[in-house]
Nanobody, 119 residues
Framework: QVQLVESGGGLVQAGGSLRLSCAAS????????MGWYRQAPGKQRELVAA???????NYADSVKGRFTISRDNAKNTVYLQMNSLKPEDTAVYYC?????????????WGQGTQVTVSS
């Protein structure tokens, strides 16, 4: 069993910063891709940023230059540094990870953490 535990969400004013963390635990051999998605009310869940085990990253156009994804493979943790936040960044942010357990790749989601940006 694998668990993803997110932290770091909250309320911030426009222009402010937040850092999200997501730690994976369980019988994990390694983790391939890790990423952050978000879902705003009435909208579909969308990819915010993703990072491979080798450190390659990709970002949604709407967050490029403002958000930075990183990971610590030794801690099975992924981070999302969010700067210059805008009201339209308000959403529930979900961590996603593809851990390898007993030779099989799985897909797991965190429970979500609320990010609210006030204008």
């Amino acid at each position: 069993q694998v668990q993803l535990v997110e932290s770091g969400g909250g309320l911030v004013q426009a222009g402010g910063s937040l850092r999200l963390s997501c730690a994976a635990s369980g019988s994990i051999f390694s983790i391939n891709a890790m990423g952050w998605y978000r879902q705003a009310p009435g909208k579909q869940r969308e990819l915010v940023a993703a990072i491979t085990s080798g450190g390659s990253t990709n970002y949604a156009d709407s967050v490029k230059g403002r958000f930075t994804i990183s990971r610590d493979n030794a801690k099975n943790t992924v981070y999302l540094q969010m700067n210059s936040l805008k009201p339209e960044d308000t959403a529930v942010y979900y961590c996603n990870a593809d851990p390898i357990v007993a030779g099989i790749e799985y897909d797991y989601w965190g429970q979500g953490t609320q990010v609210t940006v006030s204008s």
